[in-house]
């Protein structure tokens, strides 16, 4: 069995090691920048994505999918460090999370992501996406008022941080602001069709163009035109590390005292059921991209995450998911076994250890640049558009969702979302699961699909539309399963219908013992 499967990855070795080539190149900044808006330090970033990359990569199910640092976790993890006023702290809740994911998939929980409605997922991620725009504002512009000289200069209410933006633009550094412009415009053009047509723009990731473009400018503006170089505090502050005991000093372990501490537990929860939805989400939309259609076992995945949050937690890294972007980016670059997602690992591994000195000549503003992207493509006005014209029904609780999310935080927002969501699938069932029509003398009760005791008091009102002196014709031929509570409405009728003189037909459907038993005995 274990020759077969080297046999297998040996095989595909030389497109696997090529697509881990390209998925480093895009992970690397994103890992660095998703560390920076989580206020986290940059190391953990770069932890997450090595957890992601060595370890899961082998746990998992997926052959395709990649692990490592979700933008959608940022806004949780930045508030929960800023409740818990400890990075220490929020670890002991990233181990706790992973342990809640594993106990999950143990539970065969897999299923949870289809429970979900689309639009509350959806305005989700466009509030994270928002969030994430007003958030790498100040870096993009290099704006040092209020600035602690760390990553977790970010303000936690939405409040503050809409002011935050008022302020900033008259507080702009040029360097910073140019090489933001730069690197958006090289995003763009990146992702043009014109620039796809050719191989060796599809091989080079347009983010790892933005970082390059933003090290040799302020390299050159640094020697020549100084006052347009960004300062020292809006570079990337990553530990230089010679040895492997340099590196492993560089590691953050979580505080178990934070065990005390209620909110350790609400905040373990909220990251394993966000995390897990984002997991079982990008996992879906890998398996509709992967060109043989393999299928990943749900349950498998949210094992294999579970286990990279308790290592990524305990060695100080930011929490991972299955993400969509890097996965995406594996698949594209021709990927074929999870052999290309570990390369990745290796590959950040070795920038680590060797190319650290590099990485701190990465300005911040390109990796706002890469964030203010990744925050557009979350919230397209083209999504919004989408769900308005798909109806209220859509509509509301998407955009509830987000407004939720805004103005108080992402799980308070989700569980509202949910709530208007249901609102709409109940009213929409409520009305559509019975209609009573009436044609002379004659009424027609229709069960058009499956009744639940949600339609209980819909049942009622209608049958007391049914006049004296009339007749009625009970369907319900349609209806797979009718609940408990609606064959006693009906019984209840039946038992009253001679006293108004109203004569009553029952037509059931095969297999319903249950109706027929008690309209028998009337």
Known sequence: MIHKHLAYYGQHLKQDV??????????????????????????????AGLVGGLIVAW???????????????????????????????FLVSLVLAGFLQLLLGYLRAGVIGAFFPSSVIKGMLAAIGLILIIKQMPHAVGYHEGFEGDESYMQETAASSFNELLHLFTHITPGAAVITAVSLLILIIWESAWLKKF??????????????????YNLLATDFLPNWSVHDDHLVRFPV??????????????????????KVYSIAFTLAIIASLETLLSLEAVDKLDPLKRTAPTNRELKAQGMGNIISGLLGGVPITAVIVRSSANINAGGQTR???????????????????????????????ILLQTGYKLAKPKMFIEF????????????????????????????????????????????????????????????????????????????????????????????AFI???ILETIDDFLQTAPDDNIRVDVIDVKGKHSVKSIWAQV
């Open 241 to 262: 590390t010679t040895t492997p005991q340099e590196l492993f000093a560089q590691l953050t372990f979580p505080d178990f005292n934070f065990l005390a501490d209620a």
């Open 18 to 47: 090529a697509a881990g080539l390209v998925v480093f190149l895009v992970a690397l900044p994103l890992c660095l920048g998703i560390a920076l808006a989580s206020g986290a330090p940059m190391f953990s970033g770069l932890i």
């Open 339 to 369: 052999v290309s997602c570990f390369v990745h690992g290796l590959f950040l591994l070795l920038s680590i250890v060797f190319f650290a000195n590099i990485l701190n000549l990465i300005p911040l503003a390109c990796l706002a640049a």
């Open 483 to 485: 609940d408990h509570d």
């Open 199 to 216: 191989s060796w723009a599809r091989l080079v990731p347009g983010a790892l163009v933005a970082v390059v473009w933003g090290v040799v």
């Open 59 to 89: 746990l998992s199910g997926s052959q395709l999918s990649v692990s490592g640092p979700a933008a959608g976790l940022t806004v949780i993890v930045f508030n929960a460090i800023e409740q818990l006023g400890s990075y220490q702290g």
């Open 388 to 479: 308005y014209k798909q109806g209220l029904n859509q509509f509301i609780p998407f955009a509830a969702t987000i407004v939720a999310i805004l103005i108080t935080d992402l799980l308070k927002g989700i569980v509202i979302g949910i709530a208007i969501g249901l609102y709409f699938v109940i009213r929409a069932n409520y009305h559509a699961s019975i209609t009573l029509s009436k044609e002379g003398n004659h009424y027609t009760l229709l069960m058009n699909k499956d009744v639940s005791f949600l339609n209980k008091a819909l049942l009622r009102k209608l049958l007391n539309q049914i006049e004296e002196n009339c007749s009625v014709t009970i369907d319900a031929t349609r209806a």
